[in-house]
């Protein structure tokens, strides 16, 4: 079995891409630069924990989405049953997303 890595500055270019969306117009949104968020893309920077949560509230995705480690998603393992036609992929995200707030915040002193 092949794993593929992706990095943070893919994953950022990618939904940004998907979306239809510039550079420019998600620096802005994201309280960016633009010259910051190209190097992000491009991996010439790792982004920071507070531009992950700015960029994901403004591309409409997890937090969890978007960093290529993470400490949650790597070890979250779901069991459950999917009734009514559920979807147990996006339970499983909503449910990282939640516990990497919950990690991120405790990392601050949030409690």
Do not use: W
Request: aromatic residues 2%; hydrophobic residues 40%; glycine residues 8%.
């Amino acid at each position: 079995m092949t794993t593929t890595t992706v990095s943070s500055g893919a994953r950022i270019e990618s939904v940004r891409e998907r979306l239809g969306m510039s550079q420019r117009a998600l620096a802005r949104k994201a309280g960016l630069s633009q010259p910051t968020l190209s190097r992000i893309e491009s991996g010439e920077r790792t982004p920071k924990m507070s531009e992950i949560i700015l960029l994901a509230d403004v591309l409409g995705c997890s937090v969890s989405e978007i960093p290529e480690h993470s400490a949650v998603r790597d070890r979250v393992v779901c069991f459950a049953r999917a009734e009514n036609g559920s979807d147990m992929s996006g339970l499983r995200s909503e449910l990282v997303h939640l516990i990497e707030l919950d990690a991120y915040l405790d990392a601050y002193g949030v409690g």
